[in-house]
C-alpha cells in the first residue's frame, strides 16, 4: 500500500513526534490518547475544507478555500491515523485489505 520510501520518511517523522511527545512526560496511555485526539482535530479541519468547498461555511473561509489546503488535510488524517496504527503496531496494509474484502462483500447485497 505505501513505498519503502514511504515508510522510512513517516517513520523518522513519527519517532521524532515520540520523542517529544517522552519529553513532554507521556506514557504509552497518554500518548495513545494524544495521537487519537489528535486524529479528531484533523479529521475537524478536513470537515471546514471540506465544507467550504461545497459552499457551507461563511463567506471568508468560501473564499479561501483551494483544493490544496483539502488535499494537506487528507493527507494529515492518513498521516495521523499511521501515527496510532503504529502505537499499537497495526499493519494498516493488512488492515484496509481485510476490511476492503468485507466491503467487497457487503455491497455484493446491493
Given amino acids: 500500500m505505501f513505498t519503502h520510501d514511504f515508510l522510512e520518511k513517516f517513520n523518522a517523522i513519527n519517532v521524532k513526534f515520540s520523542q517529544k511527545n517522552k519529553e ?30 461545497l459552499g457551507h461555511q461563511r463567506q471568508s473561509k ?5 483544493k490544496e489546503n483539502l488535499e494537506t488535510e487528507i493527507a494529515d488524517i492518513i498521516i495521523q491515523t499511521l ?19 468485507i ?3 457487503k455491497i455484493s447485497d446491493y
Fill in 24 to 53: 513532554r512526560g507521556y506514557d504509552f496511555n497518554t500518548e495513545a490518547m494524544y495521537s487519537t485526539l489528535k486524529l479528531g482535530e484533523e479529521f475537524g479541519e478536513l470537515s471546514e475544507q471540506v465544507l467550504s468547498a
Fill in 62 to 66: 468560501i473564499n479561501s478555500y483551494n
Fill in 83 to 101: 501515527v496510532v496504527a503504529a502505537h499499537f503496531d497495526v499493519d494498516v496494509s493488512q488492515a484496509v485489505s481485510r476490511k476492503i474484502d
Fill in 103 to 105: 466491503l467487497n462483500e
